[in-house]
């Protein structure tokens, strides 16, 4: 085993360690409004959920580095979450990776991404901001707080308040996902991704049969 001390590294060579080895990651294709009422959309890994009571997501989010097309500034998304304190998280599946890797791009902020890669929007319930439609999932956030821990990244949570979920995916007499239908993506390193279709059961076993109840 090679170990490697962070202390002297750059801001780049932690970012392909740290990618290259925590994924797959979900994919967040956050869409969020400007002043204007313009919809923005793009797509976040460094995202996952924080917990139920309250439901929480977390998404980390960069300025735009030195490199891009934007130097120092924030990300559309990130301005347009703390202007209005909403936003929808997109799970993205199959049927949309592509367009949502797209929405990546480098696009001005007067340029709707979903209209630019062929997403269409539909309107939320609980909050102002529309969801794309062909996600087969979308959670639907307030802003909740916003943790600026450096000078170029913040980490936004959202307090989810509605999801808006495909008919198919969901199993309504028990208020379950349909998990052996919904084939989310994940992201590794780089421009590398994966399916959610090879699965496998694992149950954690119960430690004192006598008392425990087995998990589902
Ligand atoms: C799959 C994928 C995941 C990404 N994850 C993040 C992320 O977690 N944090 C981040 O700051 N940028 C991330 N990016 C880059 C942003 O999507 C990109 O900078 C985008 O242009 C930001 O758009 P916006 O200015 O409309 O918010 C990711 C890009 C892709 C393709």
Redesign the pocket.
């Known amino acids: 085993m090679t170990h490697i001390a962070l202390a002297n590294l750059s801001t780049m060579q932690k970012y392909w360690l740290i990618t290259g080895s925590v994924g797959p990651?979900p994919?967040?294709l956050?869409t969020?409004l400007n002043c204007d009422g313009l919809c923005?959309?793009?797509?976040?890994?460094?995202?996952n959920y924080m917990g139920e009571d309250p439901p929480l997501f977390a998404?980390?989010?960069?300025?735009?580095g030195e490199e891009?097309h934007?130097p120092g500034e924030?990300?559309?998304?990130?301005?347009?979450i703390v202007e209005r304190e909403q936003f929808v998280v997109n799970m993205v599946d199959e049927a949309i990776v592509e367009r949502?890797?797209q929405?990546?791009?480098?696009?001005p902020?007067h340029v709707s991404?979903p209209e630019a890669v062929g997403l269409s929007l539909a309107a939320s319930t609980s909050v102002s901001v529309p969801r794309v439609s062909e996600a087969p999932i979308a959670w639907e956030c307030r802003l909740y707080k916003v943790l600026e821990f450096s000078k170029q990244?913040s980490i936004v949570f959202g307090e989810i308040v509605g999801m808006v979920i495909r008919e198919d995916l969901l199993d309504a007499e028990k208020l379950r996902i349909r998990v052996d239908r919904f084939e989310p993506y994940g992201?590794l390193g780089g421009p590398n991704?994966c399916r959610s279709t090879d699965r496998v059961q694992l149950r954690v076993p119960t430690y004192m049969p006598a008392v425990g109840v087995a998990r589902e």
């Open positions: 990651r994919i967040a956050v969020s923005n959309a793009a797509p976040y890994s460094a995202f998404i980390a989010i960069d300025h735009y891009s934007r924030m990300k559309d998304t990130l301005k347009n949502a890797v929405c990546g791009s480098d696009f902020a991404e990244r992201r991704y």
